[in-house]
């Protein structure tokens, strides 16, 4: 009996050292649905335990982050999804928007990480442009959490379902083919709520709310189930499903430590059939 290599997904994201979020995240979530992880490392993060844990930032040259993706691309011969995790820098979107031109994945989810706590305020806005102007027309599918889908969609507070279903079809009309905006559990509808448009369908997906606390990484899982089930083949709907089954086991799975937030923890997570 032959047995068939699995689907290769792609990471072009942050490392976060503690394994809670950025790259470490999308690996393992790869890895526990069955699918190939590669990486191109575009940033460093190292929370600071001296200083309120905040977040040490240090950037990877342009140059490192275009030999990444090239060697990605040219050991394995295919990618067959790329997640664009944080960027960080108008220098570093450039060149991911330049190596996502060059190479046509075919299944590109921009999970639009505007900003990171510790990084100047300046240079916030900066990158929010970049990001709207050169990865998201890149994108087939976007997952913006609450306030990302407010600064994307260039609307005011969202606060109800109505309002966050207006958002996503904004962004969508906007150029993204397929959306998911992310409100988790910030509606207080008792679930974790996220609205999923793709032009045709708007479907309203729901998981009763684990805890109130919000769990490191759950965004970066999300996003990284969603590239993954994409690489096997699912549809963006069904994928974006079972992405909230996999959040679901990996808050439920979480890990606690000294920090005041807990990190999510894949590797329980098992398929329903
Ligand atoms: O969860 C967002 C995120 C993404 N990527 C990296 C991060 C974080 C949050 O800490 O550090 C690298």
Redesign the pocket.
Known sequence: MTVSPPPIALAI????ASG????Q?DLKTFHTLGVFGATAL????S?DPHHSWA?R?TPVAPVVIHDQIEAAVAVHGRIDAVKV??L?TPDTIATVAQALRTYRFPHVVV?P?LI??GQEPGAALEVDNALREKILPLATVTTPNLFETQVLAGVEEIRDVAALKDAARRIHDAGVPVVLAKAGTLLGTGTALDVFYDGQTLEVLEVPAVGRERV?????TLAAALTAELAKGATPLEAARTAKQVVVSSIENRMHGNAPFDCVYQGRYVPTA
């Not at 994201?13 to 976060?16: I, K, L, M």
């Not at 809670?20 to 790259?23: D, H, K, L, T």
């Not at 575009?42 to 993060?45: K, Q």
């Open positions: 994201a942050g490392s976060e809670g979020a950025g790259a995240t575009t940033c460093i993060v929370f977040h930032f995790g944080m960080g999970d990480v990171c706590k490191s990484g759950a965004g970066c």
